[in-house]
């Protein structure tokens, strides 16, 4: 009975997800790498995979890629169980990039696209193609280690890419590229997630997730301690902090005066007019509206604006907080 | 399946174009036959040389007995002081000096006074010169007519027969252990060989960090597979490029130099039983004798089986270290059991085919390639037991194929540890 309400929740599947994890767990010896974690990655999403290190992200996402076998969940991929003919499906980087040093990267990239189950006139056209774009025409007869760290890391890219996954796992990807080639691979992932790829990307570089992701998890020792898109996750930590600014004739008189629910803090001294910059976080039964007329009527209020937490700030505060 | 092929050709590829490979592949039968013709060369140089002997014979009987050889000349010395015939001969930087001395009319005591040590053969060669015209002389003396002697004089020559009727030569023995040793032997390297080659592949693999892009895209053990099958192609035309390579080389170096340049010394002894055409014929018989189909048949059988087992203990152990310094750890268990059974090929199987020992090491999958090998040319081992000794080597390779296959799996993903048989034990259980 139990079960077959279970078989019936796992048929609800949703076709807006490309990816679904559902109650995996992964152990390794008397150490659970994965505890129960779910995870939806809608289509045409960029999923940002975050977590300290040792979290478990590449355990999941070597699931994902079929490299290790969950001892307990299922994945599903466009609704379907996870099998080995959907390795042709999904595109993978991996953090530690590497290639056969001595392998021409022509011959190569041929042999790793056909490993995917591209036949040979296929890569060898879909080669064409990105080395044109890449202007990497002319590094067809190099051997891999006469290439440089950059130049090797757009080999992997292309490698990652080029049988046209649904799927595409990016590990780290922007370490080791310069910063003119991290963007360029940065419009290239954007890219394709326009053509309708769906991107998961780990990462601890939290700019990039807050320039690229729509979604996010959070994985911390061994479970998902947060997850969802973006906003709402910015939304759910939002917790009405407000930046101010005031000009006043004294400083010290006008701190005493603000009243102590507003909890001042982060006060600073700012230019030759005075200005005073400090943080507020307003009570729940404090309005906007009221808050603004508590501070004008301490000075000329030249700033006031919402804190929306960062990424970087919501990672650190819940690693924290899991203890 | 198109994967497993992909990855065997991508394997034998890299292997065969690899310089180190084309290199070892062509210069390795050049220093092969270079060592033979030197050895050959050297070996003619120093018969070349002709040792200059004095002989200072007190009796005079018997310094004529000593003529003049190819490579020994005689000089006989008409001196009775011995000290100075020494002298004299080392001046003139002789070999040596033999003096008879002799007492009452008889022969004494015969002395060779020489710096060197002269080897047995020479040493015999001068006993029976000596020995001979003495005793000739004794039986003269006592009246009996040497004719008499010579015409009584009966050799016997032994020959070998087996039950069923079939002549052998007295070289059966070393042509048996030429072809069951060589076998087994040239087993054994192989496997060392490519079994290494196979495991810094791994290595290379899993240093690269390739290993997880290919692993996402196909098993671990198609890879696993692929990798060794790869290589053992690339073994078998490294093998079969020498023994032509080999065959032209050396048939160059016998016209160019006679037979007596290049042969090995284990040829010798067998070729020095040899009195005449007849015995030629003996050993060609011999060799048709053995059961070369059998043998041939077999070394295929058992070198594939052979060499998959081994590659799947190499690979393992590639999985499960970061570099190759670490290897060495796990090296003696697999080396132990080659080196067994080649000890038990030499003494025990050259002994007694059939023996206790040879019959178990014949059977047991680590062992039996090599020892049963050696065993073939030397017995009428049965099929069966022939079979049996297959047949537990094969149903062995796929158990510890899937032992090392689990190793493999859990190694090749496992960084910045220290394995020790321990842990490979805990990963057996993952």
Request: glycine share 6%; net charge negative.
């Amino acid at each position: 009975m139990v079960r077959d309400i279970f078989k019936l929740a796992s048929f609800r599947y949703n076709m807006k997800n490309t990816l679904e994890a559902r109650h995996i767990v992964k152990r390794y010896g008397d150490f659970t790498a994965l505890n129960d974690v779910n995870i939806a990655v809608p289509k045409g999403s960029v999923y940002g995979l975050l977590g300290p290190n040792g979290a478990g992200k590449t355990s999941l996402i070597r699931i994902i890629n079929q490299i290790t076998m969950p001892d307990g969940g299922e994945i599903l991929l466009n609704g379907e169980p996870l099998e080995p003919k959907h390795i042709s499906q999904i595109g993978y980087m991996p953090e530690e990039r590497g290639l056969y040093k001595s392998m021409k990267v022509g011959e190569q990239c041929i042999y790793l696209a056909m490993l995917k189950g591209l036949s040979k006139s296929e890569a060898k056209a879909k080669l064409e193609y990105w080395f044109d774009r890449l202007g990497m025409q002319g590094w067809w007869n190099k051997k891999l280690q006469e290439l440089s760290k950059g130049m090797a890391q757009k080999v992997q890219f292309i490698v990652t890419v080029m049988h046209e996954p649904d799927l595409l796992i990016f590990d780290e990807p922007f370490s080791g590229f310069d910063p003119v080639n991290a963007n360029l691979i940065k419009d290239e992932i954007l890219q394709l997630r326009d053509q309708g790829a769906t991107i998961i990307f780990s990462t601890h570089r939290m700019e990039s997730v807050e320039e690229m992701c729509d979604h996010i998890a959070l994985i911390n020792k061994s479970n998902v301690v947060l997850s969802g898109k973006l906003n709402e996750v910015k939304q759910q930590f939002r917790n009405r902090e407000y930046a101010v600014s005031l000009i006043t004739k004294d400083n010290a008189q006008t701190l005493q005066a603000i009243p102590d629910f507003y909890k001042a803090e982060d006060i600073e001294l700012s230019g030759l007019d005075n200005t005073l910059d400090f943080k507020i976080r307003l009570p729940e039964d404090i309005t906007i509206a009221q808050s603004l007329s508590d501070l004008t009527s301490l000075g000329e209020l030249t700033h006031f604006s919402e804190i929306i937490p960062s990424v970087n700030d919501i990672f650190i505060k819940t690693v924290k907080q899991d203890g | 399946m198109d994967k497993l092929w992909l990855i065997i050709k991508r394997e034998y590829l890299n292997k065969v174009r690899n310089k180190t490979f084309i290199i070892m592949t062509f210069v390795s039968p050049m220093i092969f036959v270079g060592v033979a013709l030197l050895v050959g060369f050297l070996t003619s140089l120093n018969n070349d040389t002709t040792r200059k002997i004095a002989i200072l014979d007190d009796t005079s009987i018997y310094a004529p007995l000593f003529e003049d050889s190819e490579r020994t000349d005689y000089i006989i010395i008409e001196n009775n002081n011995l000290q100075a015939a020494i002298d004299a001969s080392k001046a003139a930087d002789y070999y040596g000096l033999i003096h008879i001395s002799r007492q009452n009319n008889q022969l004494d005591e015969v002395t060779l006074y020489s710096d060197d040590s002269p080897s047995l053969g020479f040493i015999n060669e001068i006993e029976d010169k000596i020995s001979k015209k003495a005793t000739e002389d004794q039986l003269v003396a006592r009246g009996i007519n040497l004719e008499t002697i010579k015409d009584s004089k009966i050799t016997t020559d032994l020959k070998l027969q087996s039950y069923t009727g079939v002549q052998t030569s007295k070289a059966n023995g070393w042509i048996k252990m030429a072809f069951g040793g060589g076998a087994g032997y040239l087993l054994m390297m192989f496997i060392i060989i490519y079994g290494n080659m196979v495991m810094r592949s791994v290595i290379e693999e899993k240093t690269n960090r390739i290993i997880e892009i290919i692993i996402s895209s196909v098993k671990p053990i198609y890879l696993m597979i692929g990798k060794i099958t790869g290589t053992s192609l690339a073994g078998i035309t490294q093998f079969v490029i020498w023994v032509i390579l080999g065959g032209i080389l050396f048939t160059v170096a016998s016209t160019f130099l006679g037979p007596e340049a290049v042969q090995s010394p284990g040829n010798d002894m067998a070729m020095s039983q040899l009195e005449n055409m007849d015995k030629m014929q003996l050993i060609i018989n011999d060799i048709m004798q053995l059961p070369l189909l059998k043998l041939v048949i077999c070394f295929f059988i058992y070198f594939i089986g052979g060499y998959f087992l081994y590659a799947a203990i190499y690979t393992a152990i590639g999985a499960a270290v970061d570099n190759e310094t670490d290897t060495q750890q796990f090296m003696l268990p697999v080396i132990l059991p080659l080196i067994l059974s080649i000890y038990v090929g030499f003494f025990s199987v050259m002994d007694n085919p059939h023996g206790t020992v040879a019959v178990i090491f014949s059977y047991i999958p680590l062992t039996s390639p090599i020892v049963m090998l050696m065993r073939i040319p030397f017995g009428d081992i049965a099929y069966w037991e022939i079979g049996l000794s297959m047949l537990l080597l094969y149903v062995s390779i796929f158990g510890v194929a899937w032992f090392a296959a689990k190793i493999y799996r859990v190694g090749i993903l496992m960084y910045g540890k220290k394995t020790n048989w321990k842990e490979l034990y805990k990963w057996l259980k993952y």
